[in-house]
């Protein structure tokens, strides 16, 4: 499973790690992070490559989602 850290780091960085790691063709993803907004547009972004998002971790400072394809 690929790991992207985006902990601390304003939209659009989240989106362009996550991207490239789906543009890697990765199936299986843990996206870690800290922005609620960050969060929103890496979910938009892995639905629309068609990945099912999984929450592991929801609360407000800290998230973690497993993307598989």
């Known amino acids: 499973m ?3 850290d985006v902990r601390g780091l304003s939209c659009p960085m989240p ?4 991207k ?7 199936k299986e993803i ?5 922005s609620q907004v ?3 547009n890496v ?3 892995a ?10 971790v929801d609360q407000k400072d800290s998230w973690e ?3 598989r394809k």
Do not use: C, F, N, P
């Not at 989106?15 to 996550?18: E, G, I, N």
């Not at 843990?30 to 800290?34: E, Q």
């Open 2 to 4: 690929e790991k992207v």
């Open 47 to 56: 639905r629309s490559h068609g990945y099912e998002v999984i929450m592991k």
């Open 65 to 67: 989602m497993e993307l």
């Open 20 to 26: 490239k790691v789906i543009d890697s063709g990765a």
């Open 15 to 18: 989106v362009l790690k996550t």
């Open 30 to 34: 843990l996206v870690v992070g800290t």
């Open 43 to 45: 979910t938009k972004l």
């Open 38 to 40: 960050s969060k929103e």
